[in-house]
T-cell receptor, first 115, second 113 residues
């Protein structure tokens, strides 16, 4: 069964304390892995798409990496404004009955960065 | 307006009311989605429209009725909802032929009394 698991569920960091969030997945064939940021009461904001193992993408203090079974979102020297829930989603290469490629979502990691 | 917009942002309704949620995308996309987001649950896909045609109805109760008059607008008509339907309802859009990256609106926080 296709599955996406994010860890930890919650993470509290001091400003400047680097860390990583994990997204492990089980799908029959990976078409893409997506990272989103979500602030409370708002919609998810797209961050990165990764397509193949070994791929890396960076944006400001964030760097996403991908292996054949997991992805990491590395946060370097975080600031309080990085506080949010980070969501991971995986797209299987197969099609469902409606010819759609569904996204399989994780539960997210809630990140709090203290000043 | 840019991106994906949703109105209203907040909605409180009784179980006997009828209301509608509206979504508009300004990205030139051809696919639009409705999601439900509840606490402690992953995002739940409700409906998908590709080029105005519904291609997904993820076993959603009939008290939720979608409408897609064109590729830029999407509605979710609500009637006789239950308290457990209280959630954040998110609209998203993407390019239909490369349904990879979905872009989300800010959501409608729905409370059913």
């Amino acid at each position: 069964e296709d599955q996406v698991t994010q860890s930890p569920e919650a993470l509290r960091l001091q400003e400047g304390e680097s860390s990583s969030l994990n997204c492990s997945y089980t799908v029959s064939g990976l078409r893409g892995l997506f990272w989103y940021r979500q602030d409370p009461g708002k919609g998810p904001e797209f961050l990165f798409t990764l397509y193949s193992a070994g791929e890396e993408k960076e944006k400001e203090r964030l760097k996403a990496t991908l292996t054949k079974k997991e992805s990491f979102l590395h946060i370097t020297a975080p600031k309080p404004e990085d506080s949010a829930t980070y969501l991971c989603a995986v797209q299987d290469s197969g099609l469902d009955a409606g010819n759609n490629r569904k996204l399989i979502w994780g539960l997210g990691t809630s990140l709090a960065v203290n000043p | 307006e840019t991106g994906v917009t949703q109105t209203p942002r907040h909605l409180v309704m009784g179980m006997t009311n009828k209301k509608s949620l509206k979504c508009e995308q300004h990205l030139g996309h051809n696919a639009m989605y409705w999601y439900k987001q509840s606490a402690k649950k992953p995002l739940e896909l409700m409906f998908v429209y590709n080029f105005k045609e519904q291609t997904e109805n993820n076993s959603v109760p009939s008290r939720f009725s979608p409408e897609c008059p064109n590729s830029s607008h999407l509605f979710l008509h609500l009637h006789t909802l239950q308290p457990e339907d209280s959630a954040l309802y998110l609209c998203a859009s993407s390019q239909a032929r490369q349904p990879d990256t979905q872009y989300f609106g800010p959501g409608t926080r729905l409370t059913v009394l």
